[in-house]
């Protein structure tokens, strides 16, 4: 670790502005976000263009100084945490909603830009980006891009490559990639602005980003149900996809274990729902009409008492009522409050395993230690659990490898993931190198030396530092 020259910081003060730089008591002021090390780096630089942030990474590179990209901190692998030696490289201030073309259904953002400011900005126009994650308020366009986030719709609607039309990067050397390509069908080469989805922060800084919006439905309705069997909930989510009205819009499953934290945490309660169901299915239709959705939840739901009878249901009758359900599945929060840094988990199984697996890792966790306790949770419509022990962290590095071998060694063969959609980070880093196909590692190891020489772009990170 090389100590950041006053030469080197005024260098920074003159490309962005001394307000913008901030360093010792301005940086501890900070929202440090979800991971306690991500502003270890003391020093916090926030540029307000694509050109203040090529001055600020040519600096870096001139002055050989690593530098770590971060904007919303929601990240959850790690991904963002920084150093001394380091300076984090803040995109918060290219927040802009820069367009909307309403006709052509696209819009333009600066990578600082929140989810939620996108949202709003495109509802005026009756459309929505396609993709929703909990962290909407914090989390970033580019923040979602560079971790090619998922979220709650994309069984339906893809992750955020697919949502993403064209972007702008500024690579490692200071130049700038620029491909704000807007439209949906483009086969001119090499479609390099993959690169950078999902890189998380590696092989550049995403500045701008071309979004795909569609229609956004003009009435939703939210259902809950509880069900005997994971093999149930799936069946019910194939019922869904086929609703007599409107269109499916989320299918999130909330096992027993997480409901019952999570309901008794929000004083949560509906006469005649038990809450000793082994699962539970979250349901959103969209359409044109509420009293239609609701219809079709309520054959839904008769559908699914004749196949499985000891099934229970609610229908929000209210915005207020599917507000509080929501809350349910999307105040994760809740664990880590109980569980400081618990042990957790993002994986993706083929559906057509999702209960063999799980059944597997339950009997494995238990047989390793008869006090671990999954709470499991997730996006079961495109096979995407969440599983958090109930163990506070950290643990110990043995004890972390056994629970990683039962969870992720059958995930490569199955055709799944380790890392569904939060990324690689600086936590996944081990099971990047056990699980993945060795010609895989060596081409990303050429693609990142190809593009940053120095090995100063978010050091650490998906591969080891
Ligand atoms: C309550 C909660 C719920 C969540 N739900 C979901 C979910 O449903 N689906 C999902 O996919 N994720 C989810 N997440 C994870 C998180 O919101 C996403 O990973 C999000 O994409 C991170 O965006 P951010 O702006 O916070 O990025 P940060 O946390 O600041 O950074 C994340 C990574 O991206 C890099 N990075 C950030 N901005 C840039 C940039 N402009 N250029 C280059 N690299 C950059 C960072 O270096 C880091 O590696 C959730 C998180 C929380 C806290």
């Known amino acids: 670790m090389h100590a950041l020259t006053g030469e080197f910081l005024d260098a920074l003060r003159t490309a962005v502005g001394a307000a913008h730089v901030a360093t010792g008591e301005a940086v501890a002021l900070l929202d440090v976000g979800w991971n306690p090390h991500n502003l270890d780096a003391g020093v916090v630089v926030s540029p307000a263009s694509t ?45 802009h909603v820069e367009a909307i073309d309403p006709q052509e259904r696209v819009a333009v953002v600066g990578a600082g830009c929140t989810l939620q400011a996108l949202q709003d900005a495109a509802a005026v126009h009756q459309l929505e980006p396609g993709i929703d994650l909990a962290a909407r308020g914090s989390a970033t366009l580019g923040g979602m891009v560079s971790t090619n986030a998922g979220g709650v719709m994309a069984f339906r609607n893809g992750v955020m490559r697919h949502r993403v039309l064209g972007l702008e990067a500024v690579l490692p050397d200071g130049s700038v990639f620029h491909d704000l390509t807007r439209v949906v069908k483009n086969s001119a080469g090499y479609d390099l602005k993959h690169l950078f989805i999902g890189a998380e922060g590696t092989l550049g800084v995403v500045t701008r980003v071309v979004v795909k919006l569609d229609p956004l439905p003009q009435a939703t309705a939210t259902a809950l149900f509880g069900l005997p069997s994971v093999e149930a909930t799936l069946d019910v989510i194939a019922l869904a996809l086929q609703a007599k009205a409107g269109h499916l819009r989320a299918a999130e499953a909330l096992w027993r274990d997480f409901m019952q934290l999570n309901a008794q945490a929000l004083h949560w309660s509906q006469e005649g729902f038990s809450l000793d169901q082994p699962i ?74 999702i209960p063999a697996y ?93 593009l940053d020489p120095q090995g100063l772009m978010n050091p650490g990170k998906v591969f080891q530092a």
């Open 51 to 95: 050109q203040e942030v090529a001055a600020v990474v040519r600096l870096c590179a001139q002055h050989g100084v690593p530098l770590v990209p971060q904007a919303g901190r929601t990240g959850l692998v790690g991904g963002s945490i920084s150093h001394p030696g380091e300076i984090v490289l803040s995109l918060l201030r290219l927040n």
């Open 280 to 353: 539970f299915l979250l349901l959103k239709l969209g359409g044109a009409d509420e009293a239609a959705l609701q219809a079709a939840f309520e054959q839904l739901f008769e559908s699914t008492l004749a196949r499985y009878p000891s099934s229970t249901g609610i229908i929000a009758s209210s915005q207020r009522q599917e507000t509080e359900l929501w809350h349910l599945r999307e105040d994760t929060d809740i664990v880590y409050r109980a569980y400081p840094q618990a042990p957790s988990f993002d994986v993706s199984v083929p559906l057509s395993r």
């Open 358 to 450: 799980v059944a597997q890792v339950q009997a494995e966790l238990a047989a390793l230690d008869a006090t671990l306790q999954p709470f499991i949770f997730g996006h079961l419509a495109d096979g995407n659990l969440h599983i958090i022990l109930n163990v506070r962290g950290p643990v110990a590095p043995e004890r972390a490898q056994a629970v990683e071998h039962i969870l992720y060694r059958h995930l490569q063969a199955l055709g799944g993931s380790f890392s569904a959609e939060h990324g690689v980070g600086s936590k996944r880093i081990g099971a990047m190198n056990d699980t993945t196909n060795a010609t895989k590692l060596a081409v990303m190891a050429q693609v990142k030396r190809l």
